[in-house]
């Protein structure tokens, strides 16, 4: 009895700790990923129609995949700005399932994709770096900017990379605004977002890290 229940005990920390794959997977395995707890999930906290929420949860995807790859090769760190508000809402839903959120980084992007969210500390931070000098701050948030595009662009290939950018920097900024997660935040789940200012233009606290 003892030796199965040792048996038992080891299988279980096994399931809690998948295996790692050696480096990240095809971007068609990584949208191919299925999980209907994160997209009930969204529904209970936005009220968003349903196929709303799959895009947003595929966009969510690309994005995991994107992350993964920079730090594979060593690319640009990328950073979620504010057009990208809804895809870090979603990004936060999957987090909260917290071993299947495991289990696609390490079975499919081969590496733990970490969230750096800003506090008040880092945002003040870039306030003051702002108002010390404003031209030098734009300069280096619109050059950090043109990198983040480029490498989007550049992994998804031109006809993707380009339909990408325009979702997430054009479309998305005008559908997705922080009255919109406001207006469409179902009551009883309203959190922090009512209390916050629009971000100030900044180069964005990291989003991923190794």
């Not at 995949?65 to 920079?70: P, T, Y």
């Not at 999957?94 to 289990?103: A, V």
């Not at 559908?175 to 009512?194: G, K, M, N, V």
Request: charge should be positive.
């Amino acid at each position: 009895m003892k030796k199965a229940a040792k048996r038992r005990t080891v299988r279980g920390q096994q399931n809690l700790r998948p295996s790692r794959r050696k480096k990240v997977c095809s971007l068609a395995e990584a949208l191919s990923y299925r999980n209907e707890k994160v997209l009930r999930r969204f529904l209970d906290v936005y009220a968003v129609p349903e196929a709303e929420a799959r895009e947003l949860f595929h966009e969510t995807k690309k994005w995991l995949w994107l992350c993964a790859r920079s730090i594979e090769s060593k690319g640009p760190r990328l950073a979620v700005q504010a057009p990208l508000l809804m895809i870090d809402e979603m990004w936060h839903t999957f987090m909260q399932y917290t071993m299947d959120y495991q289990r696609y980084c390490l079975d499919r992007l081969g590496i733990f994709v970490h969230h750096l969210p800003a506090n008040s500390s880092d945002k003040l931070r870039e306030r003051k770096r702002y108002e010390a000098n404003p031209e030098r701050f734009m300069k280096r948030y619109q050059a950090a900017l043109k990198r983040q595009y480029g490498f989007i662009y550049d992994e998804l290939g031109e006809e993707r990379g380009e339909a990408t950018l325009l979702k997430w920097y054009q479309e998305y900024p005008k559908r997705y605004s922080l009255e919109f997660l406001e207006l469409h935040r179902i009551p009883y789940t309203q959190e922090e977002h009512a209390s916050q200012s629009p971000a100030l233009p900044a180069s964005g606290a990291p989003a991923v890290a190794a």
